[in-house]
């Protein structure tokens, strides 16, 4: 990595600054003295034979690390490049994500435009070989490895199916990844994934919003689960899309005082819910908190990640970029998000059962779900959640928690009994823990799919190609 040069002279301002605001000329003048003095000493004697920029990098380093905060860093040019690729979504590879089952490697979805697509992989594919090196052991991280790579070189990926075994070739290159997905879920019901709140995140949510709305949707699904935030700029633009007028959020400096973000935009006359989980953080936090605070959206899955402050960016004339943390800020109605997080309205864990809660909460009652291969697929949308269900001895076992939210069950164990308990409707069915039509395996419990339609006659499924489909229209 290639150090940045920076003056002696303004790293040992940015030292004093940082660390001894308030100090007198005379020890500033000391201290910015001892730092050059060191620095030389360092330079002349010690055996590394230390470079002048190798040390002005550390003593940046130093500075930044002092601080004890994790989201206030210095970028060198080439860690900038790599954090502006992550925070835009962008990275050199073939386009596909992964999820691991059983110990197999499966394609969870392949990006739109890149040469997996392309090369004609699907969703579902077992990945056996890498350049023609068994994956059957490879774990996901050293997998990845191997996919990811320099722009312009090949890979080779072999796949079973069950149209046989096939080997695609590949040239990897820069991928995009999608920053808002638009997809129709039926019974009048839109979703839409935002993977982050990118430069250009507004234009591309609003332009997937559009095609929903076109539609004549009477809910929508926004879903910010593993979204971990970006530009706050992004998020008051999108947030005017639902909040017609009103404070984003009450943003306060280092001297306490508030610098409200305000946004004036429109309403929407139907009903929104917000998948959150532990990894929607910063500018998702900021949007979600508002829209929950005005009474615009739910939020449904997991407490959220809790990163209350803000960043900013700033190029250093010399070679570099300094982020740093320079407000913390509030919901609406004065919440602390920072080290705390939002709790959802609706807790519920597992993600396809979260899908299919904030479905339900929006309006949506038909589901159509194929699961298997890692993933699960809610009514068009696919998403990773391995061992949702099993085949054991040709029949097919669905874990409990999600055969539930299908449903519209509630669980409950009877100890005294040893009987599990589903309860919908005012109908109650019980199953003892020791009945052959419940599997327990790796501490996940799992029901008989053909128990299930018997105790809720609206259920339907078959299965093929190691995916099993289940269809329900009732609860």
């Given at each position: 990595?290639?150090?940045?040069?920076?003056?002696?002279?303004?790293?040992?301002?940015?030292?004093?600054?940082?660390?001894?605001?308030?100090?007198?000329?005379?020890?500033?003048?000391?201290?910015?003295?001892?730092?050059?003095?060191?620095?030389?000493?360092?330079?002349?004697?010690?055996?590394?034979?230390?470079?002048?920029?190798?040390?002005?990098?550390?003593?940046?380093?130093?500075?930044?690390?002092?601080?004890?905060?994790?989201?206030?860093?210095?970028?060198?040019?080439?860690?900038?490049?790599?954090?502006?690729?992550?925070?835009?979504?962008?990275?050199?590879?073939?386009?596909?994500?992964m999820v691991q089952e059983n110990g197999a490697v499966y394609v969870e979805d392949v990006i739109a435009g890149?040469?997996?697509?392309?090369?004609?992989?699907?969703?579902?594919?077992?990945?056996?070989?890498?350049?023609?090196?068994?994956?059957?052991?490879?774990?996901?991280?050293?997998?990845?490895?191997?996919?990811?790579?320099?722009?312009?070189?090949?890979?080779?990926?072999?796949?079973?199916?069950?149209?046989?075994?096939?080997?695609?070739?590949?040239?990897?290159?820069?991928?995009?990844?999608?920053?808002?997905?638009?997809?129709?879920?039926?019974?009048?019901?839109?979703?839409?994934?935002?993977?982050?709140?990118?430069?250009?995140?507004?234009?591309?949510?609003?332009?997937?919003?559009?095609?929903?709305?076109?539609?004549?949707?009477?809910?929508?699904?926004?879903?910010?689960?593993?979204?971990?935030?970006?530009?706050?700029?992004?998020?008051?633009?999108?947030?005017?899309?639902?909040?017609?007028?009103?404070?984003?959020?009450h943003l306060i400096d280092r001297d306490g005082k508030d610098q409200s973000l305000t946004v004036q935009g429109?309403?929407?006359?139907?009903?929104?819910?917000?998948?959150?989980?532990?990894?929607?953080?910063?500018?998702?936090?900021?949007?979600?908190?508002?829209?929950?605070?005005?009474?615009?959206?739910?939020?449904?899955?997991?407490?959220?990640?809790?990163?209350?402050?803000?960043?900013?960016?700033?190029?250093?004339?010399?070679?570099?970029?300094?982020?740093?943390?320079?407000?913390?800020?509030?919901?609406?109605?004065?919440?602390?998000?920072?080290?705390?997080?939002?709790?959802?309205?609706?807790?519920?864990?597992?993600?396809?059962?979260?899908?299919?809660?904030?479905?339900?909460?929006?309006?949506?009652?038909?589901?159509?779900?194929?699961?298997?291969?890692?993933?699960?697929?809610?009514?068009?949308?696919?998403?990773?959640?391995?061992?949702?269900?099993?085949?054991?001895?040709?029949?097919?076992?669905?874990?409990?928690?999600?055969?539930?939210?299908?449903?519209?069950?509630?669980?409950?164990?009877?100890?005294?009994?040893?009987?599990?308990?589903?309860?919908?409707?005012?109908?109650?069915?019980?199953?003892?823990?020791?009945?052959?039509?419940?599997?327990?395996?790796?501490?996940?419990?799992?029901?008989?799919?053909?128990?299930?339609?018997?105790?809720?006659?609206?259920?339907?499924?078959?299965?093929?190609?190691?995916?099993?489909?289940?269809?329900?229209?009732?609860?």
């Amino acid at each position: 990595m290639k150090p940045i040069k920076l003056m002696r002279r303004i790293a040992a301002l940015l030292l004093a600054s940082a660390l001894l605001t308030g100090a007198s000329a005379s020890a500033f003048a000391e201290s910015s003295a001892q730092a050059d003095e060191v620095r030389k000493l360092l330079e002349q004697y010690h055996i590394s034979k230390p470079s002048e920029s190798s040390l002005d990098e550390a003593a940046i380093k130093g500075m930044v690390d002092s601080l004890n905060d994790p989201y206030t860093e210095y970028f060198t040019q080439e860690e900038w490049s790599l954090f502006s690729s992550g925070l835009e979504q962008k990275f050199v590879g073939v386009g596909i994500r992964m999820v691991q089952e059983n110990g197999a490697v499966y394609v969870e979805d392949v990006i739109a435009g890149s040469p997996a697509e392309q090369a004609g992989l699907r969703a579902g594919d077992k990945i056996v070989s890498v350049n023609g090196k068994s994956a059957l052991n490879m774990g996901m991280a050293e997998l990845q490895g191997q996919l990811l790579g320099e722009e312009g070189t090949s890979v080779s990926i072999g796949i079973t199916r069950s149209t046989g075994s096939h080997v695609f070739t590949m040239v990897r290159k820069s991928i995009q990844l999608p920053t808002a997905t638009g997809i129709w879920m039926g019974d009048g019901i839109g979703y839409l994934k935002l993977e982050g709140f990118t430069s250009d995140a507004y234009d591309k949510f609003a332009a997937e919003l559009g095609k929903l709305e076109r539609k004549g949707i009477k809910g929508l699904v926004i879903d910010l689960r593993d979204n971990g935030g970006g530009y706050i700029d992004q998020a008051k633009e999108i947030a005017g899309l639902f909040i017609q007028n009103g404070v984003l959020a009450h943003l306060i400096d280092r001297d306490g005082k508030d610098q409200s973000l305000t946004v004036q935009g429109q309403s929407k006359n139907y009903t929104v819910r917000i998948l959150v989980n532990g990894n929607s953080a910063s500018a998702s936090e900021l949007f979600a908190g508002a829209l929950q605070d005005y009474g615009i959206a739910k939020l449904i899955g997991t407490r959220t990640y809790g990163k209350g402050v803000v960043q900013q960016l700033i190029p250093l004339s010399s070679g570099g970029v300094l982020k740093v943390t320079i407000e913390e800020y509030y919901t609406p109605n004065g919440r602390k998000v920072n080290g705390t997080g939002l709790t959802p309205d609706m807790a519920v864990a597992g993600t396809a059962e979260q899908l299919i809660a904030a479905y339900r909460s929006a309006g949506g009652k038909k589901l159509a779900l194929a699961v298997g291969n890692g993933a699960v697929t809610v009514n068009n949308v696919r998403m990773g959640q391995p061992l949702a269900a099993v085949q054991r001895k040709g029949t097919w076992y669905v874990g409990t928690k999600l055969a539930a939210a299908l449903v519209g069950a509630s669980l409950r164990y009877d100890a005294a009994s040893k009987t599990v308990w589903w309860t919908s409707g005012g109908t109650v069915h019980k199953v003892n823990v020791s009945d052959s039509r419940l599997l327990n395996e790796n501490g996940s419990t799992y029901i008989d799919v053909r128990l299930l339609a018997k105790w809720y006659p609206g259920l339907t499924f078959s299965s093929g190609g190691g995916t099993l489909k289940l269809g329900y229209a009732g609860a």
